[in-house]
Every structure is written in structure tokens, then in C-alpha cells.
């Protein structure tokens, strides 16, 4: 293939050239001090993402699956109940994570498009008199449908119920990429993988806990070893880890938070804003339908597009691929075949997404959906041009 | 800048990536066994691009404007007389190159926007009876106006005359982007750069020379030293050079060959091609003329685009440059402010292309041309539809 | 810092500039079918390093104290007993790590600086009548000591006591250093990390498994999700994985299984023998002694050294890296202060080893030992030459 | 080979890592503003390390040799007479380069493994009446001898004989290894290339120009266009060259000259010297004689060592690259066959030295000299812990 290939699948992205750069450093002793001051830079790093002054971070090598049951095993008991808001395929692999554990999960069933209703939480909550439910298990961007709900929301319903059941977040589609606020809503878990907002390839999981979260992982008994957070928070005071850390991934999100911070938290997450809502505009000038139902619940991070009737996504995206070599994200699980996804997450810019957005209308015309080439692209250019900035060249 | 940054003036382009970690490899001893392996490598893989058998290829640490140097006063004396055809900004130096060392210039002026017209090099060789012309100058693609020349054609007109006269050809817009037939055209100095079709950083000079260029050389009394061919030729038998080479854009070149010679130079050829065409129908559906007369003559490496009347491309640059990233080639010389250039050369791939003219049409729309957005892309994606192979994906 | 840097803890060692450059390729799509031959390479040429035809490859991302845990909670249930060879740091958090999850270990307590003896796991396991040892736990190098036991031996001894244990491996800082039949010693699980012999970054967890281990899976009760082999067996034949992959050092993997394949396996393990014998040569010359008791168990991955009596090891490990910025390992757990370890494996050669072993002379005699410089040096320059082979320079 | 290799040819020396990532940076438009800040910056950094305020940097995409043709063709005229100063392979080229372009060169001839003897060059001067002389032309490191002559010396004498001659200085292995003082040293030019103490891969010449050295360009007859100093001086005030620069060349050289001004001047200057000097005693250890004859001169870029009479110094290095890889310089010109050269310059520490030492020493042994293995190792470590600084580890 000639050329810079796309990666448009909701994550991994493509990895910034500098954190490419980063990443090649020699490896240096994990057990020195060069290893402390790096992990220090990353830890305060990463705390400025998450927002949270009080929280603790853990990393891990491993994944965002690997986060969950981090989360999980950690946190909770065999045989303890937890509520678990399932609306896309991730958040109900987090929920199943929870019962290979022994956890007794009652499923919060959402319809797949929508987001999490904070009131239904507050509701059942409510009504947990004897305070039952230990967590409430929440993904905060479902990368299966492209849904963004409202975390906050869900924190207040949860104050509301006065209930003490921990809030068991999982934003490894959001960090980095959407508003996120660890301490004004008192998440407990908030868990993650390095190869979304913060722009890595994949190899880690990570986690900010609050102070009640190492309280309850004091008298947590799921079995753990590799994921357990004490010999972790005990090890990392001395600057180390109790497991041979990931250290180039380590130099990777040094730089990665350092182009964070050099563009601005703020800055960062109007970016993808706008370029979600350039795709977005696309999509409807093409004349598909979005699956996420609710516009203020559309993600950021990535956009899920309808497939329309009678067309298999599956055959459509390898159709993409063929054609102009463009990775698109499948349906997954329930929705399977039934939409595509658009990833516009970590280092994009607006002709690379334009780029993206041809390849996807040259790919659905000749896959037979009828659409007008380049209205998609006019209705992308024309907003992005209402919403411009210039730029100094420097 | 978030992203990967766009480059499309018209050479250098982007460097793939695989020849980017090819330079990166530990610099070798360029007096040793490895780098003399290497040095056979890269001769051979040059002979196969400039399609010669015959021809001997010298390689410079340089630029493109060392290689005119290198073939003017290898092959010239001061006094002698050549044909120079002027047909853009950089033939125009080419001449001035061989003024500077003392060589009698007469100019064969063409009109900026046209190639070099064959019969009048015919007409003009037949006038010279007494042979006092030694050379014939001549750009293979004029970087400046988008305008490539019939070189074969010129050759046949050198043959009617039946004159002796060297043909010295200015490949460097060409070589890996167009057909180029050095021991065919019985070319006698092709030179170039490396960082247009080789897809290299710039920082060398490369030549294919004839036979009959090295007997020239032979007699040439122009001054000489660094670029002088005895010395290079000498040490290349043993594998090395007169001077430090630039290894680590050797290491560079070695990958790149390999990469045109899996892709298959036609192939290669049919790709620039492709997305030249492409290139140009989204030019005339934005309503805009390309600075190229003659459709024969359109480049395939670079496409100048006239500026509308009253609007100065300088500034349109700058325009584009602020609003989107991205850099495009100027009017040079003579058509300063009149024209702005589209690289579209090297590695490249359609998505990428639909990128850059997307933000074209972004940098016109806001900078007041009155064109309907989309329009140019729909017509590329059209073009690119019409004509897309699917391919395997691995 | 000036030059280059040398780290020679015991692994990670530093990662060959080849590796780093495959590891900097652009992300594919892990679900994509580039992605599925990169597995289908990494799995074959993991294979001929295990020297396994029946077993199974499994990866995660992790580290080598991820796969402890993916060995127990895949192959044993709460509650079970099984033998767990202690003889180091390592082998002790190998056995934790079963404790963790509820299993029963009966320690075999073996001095620091021996090896394993076989004759005793065949005692203990004729011992056991009503077969209550469900597996034998060993670690093959006890990177705390240098002891390499003889795995083997071991195998013998449980097939002498006809005994349907598992056997256990922990292959971190042995496979691709020293002699590995998975096969031919019928192992039930080998459990390694990548950044060892097979020279990349830290980041992964790699098992091999026997059908016997596969099928005390089926039956194995330990809570698990992240660690679980059958989700990652099952999405393997579809060339992907249930959980986002390490793709970058899966590129890496890809680089150094060619490595390890161009040189030859069998010249691999004598580069190793090789340098370790040099280094032991040196060390004895210096008059030190090795912690290592038996000759015939003398780790060639690593060499752990005696500290000479009233002097701690932690404080010249210290000095040593602000004189001569040379990282070296530390006594661990109860060896803590003792011992300093020099690590010899992965990309090594000769004037690096010799390098090393200049600048522990330079830090002994600084920190006060009393040895004559030069002399490690001698013995080892002396080996050195002894066994050398002349190469050919391409 | 397994293992880091080692280059030890006086230059290029090996391009540390962090120069290398700065080169793999994404190319930019050589014509943008970008671009501009980079050619200042580097323009900047220069200044400081020729230790000029006055004098005007020229960079070339070239090599050492295109810096001396573009010393010569800028300040001179066919015709001219210049005293050259000969005391080894590269001032001998220097000088036939200015013959090459007409120039009449009066050759002071000193003996190889000397330096240039001031006070013949003020007498020369003196004896010069009507002032023929235009330029002394002198090395300061001739890299073929490893000989360092006293350049504020060859200055005074110069101001002495109260002669306006030009003093044209090629600093090639001196620049960023030893003391050199444009502006204090009144030299007119200083021209080097960047693989030597500015760490980075050949491919450039670069030039330092007095205000006088620019005077005589004025009158200049040399015929010359790409080495012409004129349109490079034009060019540059608007941050852009007349030619396609080598942009990744410079992006290095900014991380390089970052990376001396970290160091700073005088402590890269001290390591050098440190180094060198723990070379020397080390060959002097081992009975070897240097070819150097006068300490004050000893370069502290590379040693070069006499070869024991009887031996072929070109068989021993070719011994030495298949024993253990080492490539170490040959014997040049006049003197091939009789020395081998080790470079010490650019980024190396001590480790890396010793390891090279133990090289030679094992090479020397094995090719017949009687040598005691160890007796230079141990004379260097002795040398080095006497001098040694204890560094912060960070």
C-alpha cells in the first residue's frame, strides 16, 4: 500500500509519530531512579486528565479488560450484588467480568443506542433498603454504539438515593477524549486503556480509585494476585512496581500527556467535538441514520452508523478495506452486521477525517447505497469551515 | 497540530515510513564490506529505475541543483555552446548552472505552461551545421509549471538532425513518478533528486551517465572537484567513495527501491497516474484551469493550478497553510502569486489525496473563490470509483 | 548522558535496534486480516523456540507474574494441593501467586543457589499415593540466583514416580538463553515474559500449554477472566483476540522470532554459554565468588556474584550506576544486600560483556574490594579468543 | 551479529538515539515557517560551538570534501597563490582541491605525524613582500594522523608577519571535540562536516565565514553555482536555502547541538580529552607506539597507533572486523598499511571505550603482537577512576 494507512476503527488509533518516537527509547532499569521520575511524571500526569487531586492511579501492563477485572476483584466479594447498566457490548462484558468473579449482578437492561437513565439507577436504588448493591457498574462512552452517558447525572442519582454503593466507572472511550471528572463526580473506579484519548498502542490498563474504593479493597476477598492494588500502591511509593512494568509504554505516555497538556485539556475535547460533529453532518448528508438515539448522548469519540436495511455491515466493511484500504469498526455482539463504526479519537486532524469520510462515500456508493458523492464531504467542510480557527503556522 | 501533517509541494513528500526506520538503522563503516554490499544494492536497484543497462549511476551527498552542476562541468568547457530549453523556473536555473561555469547558453525559450516542442530542437540542430552545439538542456517535468516534456520525442528530433550533441536531461520530477527510458531515449546525463519518486529526505544528487557522456568527460576542462565522476567511478569499483557518504540516505534508498520493485514500476506509474487524473477533474470541477496547456504534457507528479484573476496564490498559500496545515507549492520565478501547486508524487494513497483536496477546496471556498463545495471531490471520488481495482487486503 | 547506555540487570536487556524499528510500525486493525497473519507468524515461530508441536501458544498482554497467575487459575481449583519448588526469590512468587488463589502448596524448601533436585520431587511424589499433588511448580532459572535447574531431571523424576502431576514451568529467564524442549520434557505449562531471550520491551505474558494442561482447564475452578485461556483459544483460530491485543509488540515479537531463527537456536544458546562462561572467568579472576553452588546449574542468562563479606551489595550497586552508569540487578527477598547480579542475555557481544565487566572492576576497587584491574578483563579476553570463531563480515 | 555494534573509524562516529528519533521526524515544507525557526535555531546553536558572534554559518547538503570546494571557489581566484599546509592525507586533499580550481598552491610539506609548525608559516609570510599569498590553508585535526595542530598559534604567527592573508581552517574532527575559537583565533573560514562531533550521519558541509572571508568572495573568480555563498546568504534571511535542503539532516543537527549545550561546551570538550587520554595510556600499556609524535598535538578525537614493524596494518583491521566486529580506521595515503586509527569522538562513554580497548587488545593478540592481555584495559581504568566524577544517576 502506498502511502500513511487509516485506522478508523474506534480505537487503537493511530499513534502519534512523537509518541512513536518516545516509545523506541532504550529501556532503562525499572527498579532505578531514572524509572521513579518517570513514573512520578505519569502518575501526576494522568491525575490531571482524570481530574482528581484525591485519587490514586494504578497501571498495569495488560488491557481494558484486564482494567475491569482490576476493578472488580479488588473492590468486591464472591457472592455480593452489584447493579450493572448494560446498554452495548462492552458494558456488558465489564458485567460479565463481575459474575466469573462470583459477583451476583442485576442487569440494568438498556436499549442498545441509548445511554444509561440515571433515574432508573436512582430508582432501583431507592428501593435497595437494606443496601444490598455493593456497586453500580457504568460505561461511560459504550464504543459498541457510540453512546456517551451522563456520568455526573448518575452520581447525583445515586447522592439522591443516599445510597453508599460504589460507582464502578469504565471510560476507556472517554479519557482524553470527552469531559471526565473524577473528583467533582466522586467516581470510586474509573478505569482505562492507554490506546484511546491517550493516544498509545495498546498494552496497559488503568485505573484512578478513590479513598472508598481502597477502603472497600481492604476487606474485598475475590482472589487476586496479578491485579491486586497493595503491593502496587506499596511498591510505587518507592518509585517501582511488584511486576516488571511496561516501561516503553510508559515513555510513550509521558509524551503522549505532554502533547495533551501543550494543547490544552479543554482544547483537546473541542477538537473531537468538532470532528465528531463534522462526521456526524456528513452522515446525515448521506443520508444515513446515526444509531445513538439521543443527540446529547452522541460520542465523541466515535460515531456508530446504521447500516441500512438489507445490507450486512460486516460485507461492508471488508468491502471498505478492499476498496481504499480503510479499517472500520464491525458490529459487535447483539448488533452484529447491523451498523458501522467510525472511529474520530486521539491524533486526528480535520483532512484526515475528510479523507475518512470520502473513503466512506466512495465505499457505500459502490457497495450500491445510493448516495450523492460528496455531499457528505460538503456538509463536513462547511461546518468545519463555520467553526474554524486560524491558526499561527508555529 | 494534531495528527499527521499533510506536505504536498511538489517534492520533497512525505517519507514512508518503512524508509524512515530504514535511516534509522546504526551507521556503518562506509570503507567496509557492509556498505560496499549495500552500494551494489542500490546501483543496481537506480539502473533498474532509470531502465538502463548501459548506464553508469553516480551518487552525490547534494541536492538536485548539485546534480546540474555535476553534468555541466563533467561533460562541458568553458566556451562551449548548448542548447538550453527554458520552459520554467527550474530549467531556467539548469541554464544558469551552466552559465555560472562558463558555458555559451543559447536559450531555446518556450512559454511557461508548455512542454519543450520537439521540432524546434529538430530545426535548430539542422541549423548547426558546423556542430558548435554540444548539448541539449532539457527538464523532463517542470516542477514549476506542472508541464512534463516528450523526452523520446526530443531524442527522435536530435536523430533527424543526425547531430551529436549530448542530451542532458533534468529527471528529478519524474524519475519513479513517469515513464523514463534512459538507455531507449539514449538519454546521455539523466539527473535527479531523492526525494520526489525515491521517496527519500532530500540530501543527494544522482545521475545516470551514457558512454558518450563519459567519453565527453574525458575532454571537459570545466573546473571540478567535489562533483568531478573519475574519482567516484574509481572508488565505486572497490565499493566505496572519494568522500563520506551520506549512509544513512543510502540505507533509506535501498528500502525505497525495494518498494517500488514490489509495487512494480508500471504499477507505480499508473498509480501517479490515477491520482493525478484525479487531481485534475477535481480542479475543473471547482471551476479552476490547470497553469498546463497541453493535456499531453499534464504531470503526473505535481499539478499547478492558475489562480483566478485578481487573487494572488502567495497569499492563498499562506491562507491554506493557516486554515488547514497544509503546505502547498508556490508560483516560482516568473509566475510568482499566479499559480499554487498540488504534489500529488511519491508514496500517496487515494484517502490522502481526498484529504488535501478537500482542504483546497476549504482554503478556496474561505479565501473567496466562489466554488461549490464538495463539487471537486465528488468528481475525484467519481474518477477514483470508475477506476479503483479492489484489492486483496493483505 | 554520553554514548550509549548499558543495562545489565537480568532482562529486560536492551531491545536490538531491528526490534525497536518493527515495534514503530503504524497500528493495524486487531481484528483485521493483517493482523491475523502477524499471529499466525508469531505463533509458528513461537513454537520452534518452545520446541512444541502439540502445545499451545497463548499471549497476553501482561507480564511474566501475569502468566504465574494464567498458569494457576487456568489449570487448578481451590483447594488443590501442589508442590512448589522453592529455591529463589522468583520461585517464591511463583508459589505466592498459587496461595493467592486458594491453592494448597506444599513448599519443597531448597537452599538459595541450588538447583531443584529432581531426586526429591520423585520422593515426595511416590510419597503421595492417593495422588493428592495435582502439579509440580519449578521455576527452570531463578533469576534471583543464576541456578538453572534441570528441568529434565525433573521430568524424569516425576515419570519415576509414574505420578500425573503437572508440571509447571516458569521459563522467563530462559527461553531463547538456554536449552527448552516443551515437547521432549513433556512440560504442562511454560510460562515466559518477552523481555528476556526474546528481546523486546516488557508487556506480555506467553504460555505454552500441553493438551493434559488444556484438559485440566476444563475442570480447573480458580475464578477467572482476563487470565482465561479458552476465550483466547477460541478467538485465535479467527486469527484475533477477546481482548484488544499489545499490537506494537506483537510487530516486535515478529522481528526478533526472524532473529532468533537467522542466527540458528542452537548458536544462540552457545553465544550465551559463551559470554557467561567469559563473564564467570572474569569474576573469578577478580577473586569473587558466584552465588551459585553447582557448575553444572550456572545460569548462562545471568551471573549472580557473591558480595565479598561486610560490604552490601544494594550500596555498590548504587555506586556502581553513578560511576559508570551500569545498571546491574540486586539481591532480592532474602538475599537482599548479598549479591549483585550481572545479566548476559538477549542482543549481547562480546566488547559490550567486556565493557560490563571493565566497569564492575572500576567499581569494586572504587568501592574499596581489593582486586587488580585488568585481570577479570585477561580472563575473559583469554576465553574469549579461545573459543572464537572468525566471521565473515557480511 | 548479536549485540550493539561498534564503529570506531574516526568519524562518522555512531548517531546517538536521541539524534536518530529527531531525524525520523515528519518532513516540512523546506519554504514555510516551520522551516524557518528550525534553520534559525541551528543557525544559533552553530554560533555558539565555532564560538563566533561575528562570522556567518553556511550549511550545504555535501560532505567534508564539498566544504573545502566551497572554500576555495568563494574566496579565490584561478591563479591566486595560497600556502597549504601538508602534514597528512585530508591536508593533502585540501590542497589538491584548491589546485583542482586553478589556484597555485605552495606546499609547505611537514612530516606525517607532526603538526604545522607556526613559525615556518610566519617566516614564509614574512619572505611573501608583495603579498602573492592570499590564505594559509591548514587542518587543524588532520584525522589521518590524529594530530592536532596549534591553530591560535598558526594565527598569531600570521599577525606576526603582519599579512593580510585569509586563514581557511578545515575543522572537520575538531569541531564539538576540542577548543576552537572562530572569532577569538581570527580564522576566516572553518569549515567541517557534521558526523563528527556534531554526532550526526554525514551529508552536509557547513561553513563558518568571517566578514573578510565574505570581502574576498566579492572578488572572487572561481566559477561556482551550488557551493556559491552569495545566493545561500539571500536565501537564508528569509529562513529558506536556494536548493532543496537536507531538512531531516537538520532536524538532527538542532537535537545534537541541544545535547552539547546540555552537556556544555567545555565538559564535551573534557570528555573527549578523558577519553583520548585513557586510549593513550591504554596503547601505551600494551607497548604500542602512537604515530602522533608530539604530546602537545595528541588529538582527542581518534588515536592513531603505529603498526608493529612487519605488520600490515590493513590485514590487521581487516582481523579485527572478523574477530569482533570492530571496524577501526586504515592507514591513509602515504601511511597505508602503517598505523590503525580508533576514533573516541562524539557521543561515546566509558564502558563503550573499554569495550573497543579489549577489542583491539584481543585482536592484536590473536594477530601475533605480544601483548598482555589486560595491561591496557587495566592502564585505562586506572587512568579513568583517577579522573572519575561521581554523576547523579539522573
Redesign the interface.
Known amino acids: ?7 478508523q ?1 474506534p ?7 512523537r509518541v ?2 518516545a ?12 524509572f521513579a ?1 518517570l513514573l512520578g511524571e505519569v502518575t501526576r500526569g494522568l491525575k490531571d486528565i482524570f481530574r482528581t487531586v484525591e485519587g490514586r492511579i494504578l497501571l ?7 482494567a ?2 482490576s476493578c472488580i476483584v479488588n473492590t468486591l466479594s ?1 457472592g455480593e450484588k452489584v447493579l450493572g447498566c448494560v446498554n452495548g457490548h462492552f458494558s456488558e462484558l465489564f458485567c ?2 463481575a459474575t ?3 459477583i451476583d449482578v442485576e442487569r440494568l437492561e438498556i436499549e442498545y443506542g441509548a445511554g444509561v437513565p440515571a433515574e432508573q439507577i436512582e430508582q432501583r436504588l431507592r428501593r435497595d433498603r437494606d443496601r444490598q448493591i455493593k456497586a453500580v457498574l457504568v460505561v461511560q462512552t459504550e464504543t459498541s454504539t457510540g453512546v456517551t452517558s451522563n456520568l455526573a447525572a448518575i452520581r447525583k442519582a445515586i447522592d439522591a438515593a443516599n445510597h453508599p454503593a460504589l460507582l464502578l466507572a469504565d471510560v476507556v472511550s472517554s479519557l482524553g477524549c470527552n469531559d471526565l471528572r473524577f473528583d467533582e463526580w466522586k467516581l470510586d473506579v474509573a478505569l482505562t ?1 492507554p ?1 484511546k484519548g491517550l493516544m498509545l ?4 490498563a488503568l485505573l484512578a480509585v478513590s479513598e472508598k474504593a481502597l477502603e472497600a479493597n481492604r476487606s474485598a476477598k ?7 492494588w497493595q503491593p502496587v500502591l506499596a511498591s510505587n511509593v518507592g518509585g517501582h512496581f ?8 510508559l515513555f510513550g505516555l509521558s509524551e503522549s500527556l505532554k502533547m495533551l497538556s501543550e ?1 490544552g485539556l479543554e482544547n483537546v475535547f473541542q ?1 473531537h467535538a468538532r470532528l465528531a460533529e463534522a462526521c456526524r453532518r456528513a452522515i446525515a448528508a448521506m443520508n444515513l441514520k446515526l444509531f445513538a438515539q439521543n443527540p446529547a448522548e452522541y460520542s465523541n469519540t466515535l460515531t456508530a452508523v446504521a447500516m441500512p436495511d438489507g445490507l450486512d455491515s460486516d460485507a461492508f466493511i ?1 468491502h471498505t ?7 472500520l469498526g ?1 458490529g459487535l455482539g447483539k448488533v452484529k452486521g447491523k451498523l458501522f463504526r467510525i472511529g474520530h479519537l486521539g ?10 469520510l ?2 466512506v ?2 465505499a457505500l ?2 457497495f450500491g447505497v445510493k448516495i ?4 457528505g ?6 461546518y ?2 463555520e467553526t ?1 480557527k ?5
Open positions: 500500500m502506498s502511502g500513511r494507512s487509516f485506522l476503527i480505537g487503537p488509533s493511530l499513534v502519534p509519530e512513536v518516537r516509545i523506541s527509547q532504550p529501556l532503562i532499569d525499572h527498579r532505578g531512579p531514572q521520575a498495569f501492563p495488560g488491557s481494558g479488560t484486564g475491569w477485572e464472591p460479565r467480568t466469573a468473579h462470583g486503556a490506546q498502542p495498546p498494552g496497559m475475590c482472589a487476586r494476585s496479578f491485579w491486586d511488584p511486576y516488571t512494568p511496561a516501561t516503553a509504554l494543547e477538537r471488508d478495506l478492499k476498496l481504499v484500504d480503510l479499517p464491525k491524533s486526528l486532524n480535520e483532512l484526515e477525517l475528510l479523507g475518512v470520502a473513503g462515500e466512495m456508493k459502490s450523492p458523492l460528496g455531499a464531504l460538503a456538509a463536513a467542510e462547511t468545519l469551515l474554524a486560524k491558526r499561527s503556522p508555529l
